[in-house]
Structures are given as structure tokens and as C-alpha cells.
């Protein structure tokens, strides 16, 4: 079973801020926070990923609270072609395991 | 990170019939995974595959049904056996585990079984 919960869906004006929010509250201390999006008919394309500090990236920025117990993935200035199925995903960093996706946020930027 | 060729992209296939999936990757890699997106439902995990190993399989998948082959570190094969339309989905590999990249994901085969 997925460990997050994020919201079924989102709205943003384009141009604008776009805040997602996801909770981990049952997080490990060796796991990380993977965000994934996934564009109509595409596969999941990687978005960026912590462990507890703030990343930072050309797409987007992670902000993981103190606690870890949940994030905010947020695109600063959000396009249309940011229109997609958001997926937070936490798991362990060592060795290649496998990815538990939850139902995702469906994000829709608005014009 | 690595690039991953899907093939078919998509296929009209009849009840009772199998399907063969191909995923090829440009580098070599341990784990390559295989998973099922129904329509309008999210990625739900079929196997783990291994070079030189059985796969290994989720819940309410068996290998009977999609049988897995991973016949050297580049390349995987998944067969969708006997289909029905319940197997009408987006069939998708993935391969990864790199700290920098996550995991990369194949284009996806989108099949219709009639």
C-alpha cells in the first residue's frame, strides 16, 4: 500500500504558484520523498526528491516539514504543460527498490 | 539516466490471444520493473524483474498470466497471456534506483483487448 495521501485534485491559475501537498506521517528515517508527474498517455517522469533538507531544481522545489510527516512540492510559476497526475512517493534510498504509487494529485493549470 | 525503447506503443489484440511487450534500455541495469495502469486509475506494480532469476511478483499477479522474461542487464520482455478486456490497460518498464534520477519509465504500451 502507498504511504502518502495526497489530495484527489487542484486547480492553479497559469502563471501562478502551484503548492501540492502530501502526507508521510508513517516515514522512516532512511526514506526519502520521490515526486513523480505523469502527462496524459505519458510515462511518470521524475520531478525531484529529499530526505530532509529543502531541494531545489529547474522544475520545482520540495519543502519537507521538520517532522518529515509531510511535504509541499511547489512550481513557481506553473504552465499549462504543467497540467498532469502529480505522485509523492517515499521509499528507502538504498538499492533499486520498488516504487508504491498512491492515487496522486490530478493537477489542472487554468488559463 | 537511462533511456528506455518500449515496443509495441500501443495494439488492438483479440480475447484469447497474447501479447508481447519489449523493453530496451540503453545501459545496463540491475532491476527492471513492469506495471499496469488501468483507465483512470493510478500505477499498480506487476513484478520485479532480475537477469539470471525469476521475477519476482506482486499480489494478484501470477506468472502464468504474465509471464516475464530478462534474458540479459538491457532488455526485458512481459507477455500479457490469454487477455480479456479486463487487460486493456497502459503496460509500462521501469528501470532505476539512482539517487540523482530516481527511476526512468518507459513510453507504455496501451492495449485493447476486444
Known amino acids: 500500500d502507498a504511504k502518502t495521501t495526497q489530495p484527489p485534485s487542484m486547480d492553479c491559475a497559469e502563471g501562478r504558484a502551484a503548492n501540492l501537498p502530501c502526507n508521510h506521517s508513517?516515514?522512516?528515517?532512511?526514506?526519502?520523498v520521490y515526486w513523480y508527474r505523469q502527462i496524459h498517455s505519458q510515462g511518470p517522469q521524475y520531478i525531484i526528491h529529499g530526505l530532509k533538507n529543502n531541494e531545489t531544481n529547474e522544475m520545482a522545489s520540495l519543502i519537507i516539514t521538520e517532522d518529515r510527516k509531510s511535504s509541499t512540492l511547489t512550481l513557481p510559476h506553473a504552465t499549462l504543460r504543467d497540467t498532469a497526475v502529480y505522485y509523492c512517493?517515499?521509499?528507502?534510498?538504498?538499492?533499486?527498490?520498488?516504487?508504491?504509487f498512491g492515487q496522486g494529485t490530478r493537477l489542472t493549470i487554468n488559463p | 539516466s537511462a533511456v528506455i525503447s518500449q515496443k509495441p506503443s500501443r495494439d488492438i489484440c483479440q480475447r484469447g490471444t497474447s501479447l508481447t511487450i519489449q523493453c530496451q534500455v540503453d545501459?545496463?541495469?540491475?532491476?527492471m520493473f513492469w506495471y499496469r495502469q488501468q483507465p483512470g486509475q493510478s500505477l499498480t506494480l506487476i513484478a520485479t524483474?532480475?537477469?539470471?532469476?525469476?521475477?519476482?511478483?506482486e499480489s494478484g499477479f501470477v506468472i502464468d498470466k504474465f509471464p516475464i522474461s530478462r534474458p540479459n542487464l538491457t532488455f526485458s520482455t512481459l507477455t500479457v497471456s490469454n487477455m480479456s478486456p479486463e487487460d486493456s490497460s497502459i503496460y509500462l518498464c521501469?528501470?532505476?534506483?539512482?539517487?540523482?534520477?530516481?527511476?526512468?519509465f518507459g513510453s507504455g504500451t496501451r492495449l485493447t483487448v476486444v
Open positions: 521501469s528501470v532505476g534506483g539512482d539517487r540523482v534520477y530516481g527511476y526512468t
Open positions: 508513517t516515514i522512516s528515517g532512511n526514506e526519502y
Open positions: 545501459s545496463q541495469v540491475t532491476m
Open positions: 524483474a532480475n537477469q539470471g532469476s525469476e521475477a519476482t511478483y
Open positions: 512517493i517515499v521509499r528507502a534510498a538504498q538499492g533499486a527498490q520498488k516504487l508504491v
